[in-house]
């Protein structure tokens, strides 16, 4: 590149709105100096400046910086703009407001900081946000942020506006000051102003830049050192300063989200306690078999079984299917007070009949010929029914206490196939229906959450579009201080993401509290043998990181949606709307 003074140079641009507000005009700015331009309102000032700093293209011509086209970075690296109204981004306080020229540009320079604050006097209102500031010490942080830019051009439009006369000329001074390392360039209407401090006067009159610049004089190119800086600090600031607007959709979103986990983990916990349940009920694999007709039969083979119908004792009304042949293998059952029997006239029965017995310990069951003790509780869980769960020798050595309208078998390859029986196995019938529940459950829950997602979604996009429109100008304004459209998307989409992660960290923390205390604290697990519990994919591909990453992603890119709102060509119409 040739390398020659810092100047910004017009060649032949024209620009026109109903009127001509530049013709075929060529000028040349020097490198540094205090430049005033002044002209009728509605001459086009201010357009002017929009097309000095690159934001507007002009209907003809080009403007060069150095001797080269506009760059897409010249913007951020070589211009700072200092508007009339606001130049402040309201969601950072004034010492970020002064560091984000730097930091949206990438220049390095922070250092600088504490010297260009005790200059300008800002100390005291570092930790201040915009809407606490005077309307000086906006300008003098704008200038602020000019100075640690070390900006190359200093575009200032009626800087001195809406100040008072003391406060105009120190925010002149502090120009003049610049503008001895740095072109200014001044709109003003205040011609007095500009005659004491400037070091020339350009007027703007019918299309036409009329005055002398001398000479520019100076040849020194300052070093541009770039550094990295991460605006995600920004992102989470801006967030936070949303956060009363935002409140009511993450608060809507986080019970939509965890209700969501918890009728997956209580489906998925009612899943596993079902077949937990049916591989432990000591019945699954006996078959009720009786006649349709209800005529007595009987049934010969060796594994079928008259069975015993229980009608005396305390609990003469117990059905006769409520009655169950003690395994060989009793590991499974649980109790829950007594012991397992070890005598012939011993048995056990569940909770719920427990509960009719009034004194368990010394209840004999059956009539005044035969007795049976009851010598333990069974703890009752799904397919576990209210059984006397009796010895089997016993109901072998009396047949006379068994009916038989009904047969069990064991194993359904030795059902009779005659169409005048009806078989039926309790577990499975109940498994079936709890299948059934669980069925009806997904898709009532399936429902829900796509009638709430929608809904959800449609919510979140009304309170991002709605911020999004709000926050035209304050994009407006990074776009002057050099923010591209690739980095405005990410913030955008990385703001999404922080809420997305919010959202979803504290529905999954709300879900885990509500799962422990659910599952520890109330009888759910003890009693029912059944929790609340977390949804495993699988492919150990776990089903919360993944809903967590979709979640994010969805949230980041509805958020970057708010970008149209922003358009590069619409930029100064979104600046000239405040102003
Ligand atoms: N986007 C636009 N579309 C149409 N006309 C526009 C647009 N922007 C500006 N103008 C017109 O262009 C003219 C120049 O506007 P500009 O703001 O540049 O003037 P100015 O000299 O800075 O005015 P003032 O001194 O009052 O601020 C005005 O007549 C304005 O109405």
Redesign the pocket.
């Known amino acids: 590149m040739e390398r020659g003074v810092i100047m910004l140079e017009m060649r032949h641009v024209s620009h026109r ?3 001509d ?1 530049l013709v075929d005009q060529s000028f040349q700015f020097p490198a540094t100096g205090f430049i005033g331009i002044s ?12 097309i000095l700093a690159g934001l507007l293209k002009p209907d003809e011509g080009e403007i060069f910086f150095q001797h080269q086209p506009l760059t897409h970075d010249f913007l951020g690296t070589h211009v700072t703009m200092i508007r ?1 109204n606001n130049d402040m981004i309201p969601s950072l306080n004034v010492e970020d407001n002064i560091e984000v020229g730097c930091k949206i540009a990438q220049l390095s320079g922070i250092e600088k900081l504490p010297g260009i604050i005790h200059q300008l006097d800002i100390k005291h209102c570092l930790k201040k946000y915009p809407h606490e500031l005077s309307v000086g010490q906006r300008k003098r942080v704008s200038i602020a942020r000019s100075l640690l830019k070390d900006s190359d051009i200093i575009l200032a ?2 800087p001195t506006g809406a100040l008072h006369q003391e406060a105009g000329h120190e925010v002149m001074r502090l120009l003049k000051k610049a503008s001895k390392q740095a072109l200014v360039l001044i ?1 003003s ?1 205040d011609e007095s102003l500009l005659e004491m401090y400037c070091d020339e006067i350009v007027t ?1 009159e019918a299309g036409q830049l009329k005055g002398e610049i001398s000479e520019p004089c100076h040849e020194n190119i300052k070093e541009r050192k770039k550094k990295h800086y991460s605006l995600w600090p920004y992102a989470v600031k801006e967030v936070f300063f949303r956060i009363r607007r935002l409140c009511a959709l993450i608060c809507f979103q986080v019970i939509l989200l965890s209700s969501l986990l918890f009728m997956v983990e209580g489906l998925n916990g009612l899943r596993l306690a079902m077949h937990k349940s049916v591989a432990h009920a000591p019945l699954k694999d006996i078959y009720l078999v009786s006649r349709k007709d209800q005529e007595d039969f009987s049934l010969s083979g060796q594994n079928i079984r008259p069975h015993f119908l229980g009608e005396s004792g305390s609990i003469k009304e117990l059905p006769s299917a409520m009655v169950a042949i003690l395994p060989q293998k009793t590991m499974h059952i649980v109790l829950k007070s007594g012991r397992m029997p070890e005598k012939e006239n011993e048995c056990l029965i569940s909770a719920s009949i427990a509960s009719k017995v009034k004194d368990q310990k010394l209840t004999y069951l059956l009539d005044e010929k035969e007795s049976l003790k009851v010598v333990g509780v069974v703890q009752e869980y799904f397919f576990v029914h209210p059984y006397v769960y009796l010895p089997e020798h016993f109901v072998s050595a009396h047949p006379e206490y068994l009916t038989h309208s009904i047969y069990e078998v064991e194993g359904k390859s030795h059902l009779p196939s005659s169409q005048q029986y009806v078989i039926s196995n309790d577990v499975l019938e109940e498994r079936e229906n709890y299948e059934e529940l669980i069925k009806i459950g997904k898709m009532a829950g399936g429902i829900f959450v796509a009638i709430s997602l929608l809904s959800s979604l449609s919510l979140m996009k009304i309170v991002f579009q709605s911020i999004a429109l709000q926050r035209r100008l304050d994009n407006a304004i990074m776009m002057t201080l050099g923010m591209k459209m690739r980095q405005l998307f990410l913030r955008f989409f990385e703001e999404g993401m922080i809420i997305g992660i919010s959202i979803i960290t504290m529905s999954y923390l709300l879900t885990y509290f509500l799962r422990e205390y659910l599952n520890t604290m109330t009888a759910f697990t003890k009693t029912y043998h059944f929790s609340f519990t977390p949804l495993v994919f699988y492919y150990q591909a776990d089903f919360y990181l993944l809903l967590a990453l979709f979640y994010i992603l969805l949230v980041g890119m509805m958020d970057a949606k708010g970008i149209r709102y922003v358009k590069k060509k619409d930029i ?2 979104i600046l ?1 709307e405040e ?1």
Do not use: A, F, P
């Open positions: 709105y109903e009127k507000i002209g009728e309102s509605g001459c086009g000032k201010t357009t002017l400046l929009y009339q439009d009626e709109v209407h703007l100064v119409d000239r102003d």
